[in-house]
T-cell receptor, first 116, second 111 residues
Framework: DTGVSQDPRHKITKRGQNVTFRCDPISEHNRLYWYRQTLGQGPEFLTYFQNEAQLEKSRLLSDRFSAERPKGSFSTLEIQRTEQGDSAMYLC??????????????FGPGTRLTVL | TQLLEQSPQFLSIQEGENLTVYCNSSSVFSSLQWYRQEPGEGPVLLVTVVTGGEVKKLKRLTFQFGDARKDSSLHITAAQPGDTGLYLCAGAASGTYKYIFGTGTRLKVLA
């Protein structure tokens, strides 16, 4: 089992450019989460999928952010027209479906985005 | 809005000392998780507590979930330099799979 992987690990872009990040969850996990973490803070929830369905989306996710999980396996997070405030670590996590309270998440190493 | 506040925010102690980190909220959570995060890496799950009053032990780490399921604590006995890291609690309210993370406690254990 290779764990959750994210690509790229680092991304530097200029303000106004679009960026896309990929997350490959643990193979049998059907739930996938995206979080954003800024320096010195805990991760902030962005969205989550169960299989290919996007079930919840944070108000933090503006119209410039979109996430997909087309076949219920890997997921992509796209940020359009990046702003300097988007600079952060973007974390992906996956888990098996269980009752509330048993949803143990396994995190990837994150993608660090720097917007110049 | 659900919030999880952790205290202290920063803790620097000598090897061998004991410490306790607190995670508090005014909201009830169906479960609460504790993670440790190293710089430049994703959080790693340490434990999940589900039942009010539950105590779980993981070697030198003891985790407790409050009776009302609104708070939790992490106690480390005889801290070692390898315990250094950012400790995060995360909770999910009943009926939701959206996890709220705490503000984090940055621990440094000096040799």
């Amino acid at each position: 089992d290779t764990g959750v992987s994210q690509d790229p690990r680092h991304k530097i872009t200029k303000r106004g450019q679009n960026v896309t990040f990929r997350c490959d969850p643990i193979s049998e996990h059907n739930r996938l989460y995206w979080y954003r973490q800024t320096l010195g803070q805990g991760p902030e929830f962005l969205t989550y999928f169960q299989n290919e369905a996007q079930l919840e989306k944070s108000r933090l996710l503006s119209d410039r952010f979109s996430a997909e999980r087309p076949k219920g396996s890997f997921s992509t997070l796209e940020i359009q027209r990046t702003e300097q405030g988007d600079s952060a670590m973007y974390l992906c996590a996956s888990s098996l479906v269980g009752g509330p309270g048993y949803n143990e998440q396994f995190f990837g190493p994150g993608t660090r985005l720097t917007v110049l | 809005t659900q919030l999880l506040e952790q205290s202290p925010q920063f803790l620097s102690i000598q090897e061998g000392e004991n410490l306790t980190v607190y995670c508090n909220s005014s909201s009830v959570f169906s479960s609460l998780q504790w993670y440790r995060q190293e710089p430049g890496e994703g959080p790693v799950l340490l434990v999940t507590v589900v039942t009010g009053g539950e105590v779980k032990k993981l070697k030198r780490l003891t985790f407790q979930f409050g009776d009302a399921r609104k708070d939790s604590s992490l106690h480390i006995t005889a801290a070692q330099p390898g315990d250094t890291g950012l400790y995060l609690c995360a909770g999910a309210a009943s009926g939701t799979y959206k996890y709220i993370f705490g503000t984090g406690t940055r621990l440094k254990v000096l040799a």
